[in-house]
C-alpha cells in the first residue's frame, strides 16, 4: 500500500478531537485535525462550556451588587449598573484566549490543522476544502448540535438556540426557555440574574431528567424561589413571531386546552445531536443508530477496522471532560497502547447556583441493583456553608448495603462541581463509605459535609 499522508487524522477538534490528537502526536504518531470552525476547541470552547461559564461567572456578580445580597456582609452597593457589552466583551476575550490556547497547543506538538470540512471518501481517505487526504487510522469525533423543535423556528434573533442565547444584544423582558434541562437553567439562570423574567417550559413532570430523583425535586424548589417560573409537563406545539415577540402555544404533555405566552426571546435547549451529516459516512462503510449516533467498541473502533470515534458523536453522557477523556484513551488505542475510560464514574456539574453535581448511580438506580444504604448531610449544618451564608443543599452519598462500596454521591451546594470531584476520586478508588468518613477533610471546608453525608451511611454524623 502507498505512503499514507498521516498515521492519524482526527476529524473534529472539540474537547474530543483536539486532545486526541495532541495525545496521539505525544505517543509519536503523524497527526493531522480536520476543523471546520474559524477557531479550535469545538462547542466547548467556543459556544458551550466556556462562553456559559464566562457568562454564569459574570451575571452572578452582578446580580450579588445588584440585589443588595452582600449588604448583609456590610457591603453597600449604590447605582450599580449592567454594561452588557463589556460583559460579552469580556467572555470573547476568554474565549479567544481559550481557542487560541488550543492552535499554540497544536503548533508545540506538531499536530496540523486541516481547515475546511472532512467527508470521507474511503475508509482510510477524506476531502477537505478540495484537497484528498490519507491516513492509517482515521478518529471522527464531530460532536453535536442542538436539537430542533418542529413548529419552532430559530431565527437566533427572537428564537434563539444555546448560541443565541449566549450573545444576546439585551436582556430580554421575558425569556421563554423550552426545556428544563442542563442548558435552559444555566442561561436561564444568566438572563434572570440580569433582570429577565424567565419561564422554563418543561415536557416531562420534572426538570433536569436523568438526575436523582431528591436532587431534581430540591433543585426545582431552590430555582422557584429564585424566581424562575416552571412549568412542567407541558408542551409547546407551535410559535409565531410577529415585531420581535414570540407567541407560543403550549399544552399540557398529557393532552388538554392550548394556551398562549408572549415571549421577546425564546430559548429552545430539548437536547443535542450527534453531528454526522455531510460527513459521508457511506463512503467508509460506516452507519449511524436510531438516536444517529455512531456506535463503538471497547476500543473506541467503529464497526470499520482502522475508524474510531469519541465524544458527543458516540453514546454516552455528552459532556466536554467525558470526551476529553475518551480522546485520550481512543489516541492510546491507536498508538497500539490500552486506553481506559471508566465510564460508570464520569461526573456531570450543573453550574447554577447553587452548582447541581452528581457521579455514579441515582438512588432509584442503586436501589434498582440492589439494597442499598444512603447517608444525607444538609450545607446547612456545615461550618463553611453556615459562615458564608451560602446554605442551600445537601450532599448525599448511596452505598451498597453489603460491601459499603459507594455507588453514587449527589450535591447541591454552591461549590458542588469542586466537591464531586472527591467522591469521583474516591469511587474511581472503590472507596467504601467508611474510607470517606474516616478521611480527614480540611476545617472549615464545604467538603466536611460529603464526608458527614458518609458518616450518615453506617451511622451518625457529628454536627447533625
Ligand atoms: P464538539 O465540541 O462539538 O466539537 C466537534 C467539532 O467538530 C466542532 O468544532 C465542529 O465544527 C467540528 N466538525 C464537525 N463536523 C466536522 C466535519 N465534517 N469536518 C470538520 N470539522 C467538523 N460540557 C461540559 O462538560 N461542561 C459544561 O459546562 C458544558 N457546557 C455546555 C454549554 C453549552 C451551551 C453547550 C451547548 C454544551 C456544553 N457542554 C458542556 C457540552 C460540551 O460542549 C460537549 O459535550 C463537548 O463539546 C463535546 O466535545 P466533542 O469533541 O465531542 O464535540
Ligand atoms: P438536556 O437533555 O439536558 O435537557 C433537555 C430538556 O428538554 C429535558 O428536560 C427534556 O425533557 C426537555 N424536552 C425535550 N423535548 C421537549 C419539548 N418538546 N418541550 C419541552 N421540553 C422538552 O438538553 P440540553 O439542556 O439541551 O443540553 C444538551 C446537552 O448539553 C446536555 O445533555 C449536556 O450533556 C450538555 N451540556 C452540559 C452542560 C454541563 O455539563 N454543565 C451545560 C450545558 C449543556
Redesign the pocket.
Given at each position: 500500500m502507498a505512503e499514507q499522508d498521516y498515521d492519524l487524522i482526527v476529524i473534529g477538534a472539540g474537547p474530543g478531537g483536539y486532545v486526541a490528537a495532541i495525545r496521539a502526536a505525544q505517543l509519536g504518531l503523524k497527526t493531522a485535525c480536520v476543523e471546520s470552525r474559524e477557531t479550535l476547541g469545538g462547542t466547548c470552547l467556543n459556544v458551550?462550556?466556556i462562553p456559559?461559564k464566562a457568562m454564569l461567572h459574570a451575571s452572578e456578580l452582578y446580580h450579588e451588587a445588584q440585589s443588595g445580597a452582600l449588604a448583609k456582609f456590610g457591603i453597600d452597593f449604590k447605582g450599580v449598573g449592567l454594561n452588557l457589552d463589556q460583559m460579552q466583551a469580556e467572555k470573547t476575550k476568554a474565549v479567544g484566549e481559550l481557542t487560541g490556547g488550543i492552535e499554540f497547543l497544536f503548533k508545540k506538538n506538531k499536530v496540523d490543522w486541516l481547515k475546511g470540512h472532512a467527508a470521507f471518501t474511503s475508509p482510510n481517505s477524506i476531502d477537505v476544502a478540495g484537497k484528498s487526504y490519507t491516513a492509517a487510522k482515521i478518529m471522527i469525533a464531530t460532536g453535536?448540535s442542538?436539537?430542533p423543535?418542529p413548529g419552532v423556528t430559530i431565527d437566533q434573533k427572537v428564537i434563539v438556540d444555546?448560541t443565541g442565547a449566549l450573545a444576546l444584544p439585551k436582556v430580554p423582558k421575558h425569556l421563554v426557555v423550552?426545556?428544563?434541562?442542563?442548558?435552559?437553567?444555566?442561561l436561564g439562570s444568566v438572563w434572570l440574574r440580569l433582570g429577565a423574567q424567565v419561564t422554563v417550559?418543561?415536557?416531562?413532570d420534572q426538570?433536569?431528567?436523568?438526575m436523582d430523583g431528591e436532587v431534581r425535586k430540591e433543585a426545582a424548589k431552590i430555582f422557584k424561589k429564585q424566581g424562575f417560573n416552571i412549568r412542567t409537563g407541558?408542551?409547546?406545539t407551535g410559535a409565531t413571531v410577529k415585531g420581535g415577540t414570540a407567541t407560543l402555544t403550549v399544552e399540557p404533555?398529557a393532552g388538554g386546552a392550548a394556551e398562549s405566552i408572549e415571549a421577546d426571546c425564546v430559548l429552545v435547549?430539548?437536547?443535542?445531536k450527534p453531528n454526522t451529516e455531510g460527513l459521508a459516512l457511506d463512503k467508509a462503510g460506516l452507519t449511524v443508530n436510531g438516536r444517529g449516533q455512531i456506535e463503538i467498541g471497547h476500543d473506541f473502533q467503529t464497526s470499520v477496522p482502522g475508524i474510531y470515534a469519541i465524544g458527543?458523536v458516540v453514546p454516552g453522557?455528552?459532556?466536554?471532560h467525558k470526551a476529553e477523556d475518551e480522546g485520550i484513551a481512543a489516541a492510546e488505542f491507536v498508538a497500539g497502547l490500552t486506553g481506559i475510560v471508566n465510564h460508570d464514574v464520569i461526573p456531570?456539574?450543573?453550574?447554577t447556583y447553587p452548582e447541581i453535581a452528581s457521579v455514579g448511580l441515582t438512588e432509584e438506580e442503586a436501589k434498582a441493583q440492589g439494597e442499598v444504604k444512603v447517608g444525607k448531610f444538609p450545607m446547612m449544618a456545615n461550618s463553611r456553608a453556615k459562615t458564608n451564608r451560602d446554605t442551600d443543599g445537601f450532599v448525599k452519598v448511596i452505598a451498597d448495603a453489603k460491601t459499603d462500596r459507594v455507588l453514587g454521591v449527589h450535591i447541591i451546594a454552591s461549590i458542588a462541581g469542586s466537591m464531586i470531584a472527591e467522591a469521583a476520586l474516591s469511587m474511581e478508588f472503590g472507596a467504601t463509605s467508611e474510607d470517606i468518613a474516616y478521611t480527614c477533610h480540611a476545617h472549615p471546608t464545604h467538603a466536611e459535609a460529603l464526608k458527614e453525608a458518609a458518616m450518615a451511611v453506617t451511622g451518625k454524623p457529628i454536627h447533625m
Open positions: 458551550g462550556c456559559s453535536s442542538v436539537t423543535l444555546s423550552i426545556g428544563g434541562g442542563v442548558i435552559g437553567l444555566e417550559v418543561e415536557y416531562l426538570i433536569l431528567p436523568g407541558t408542551k409547546v404533555a435547549a430539548i437536547g443535542r458527543d453522557p455528552m459532556l466536554a456531570g456539574v450543573v453550574y
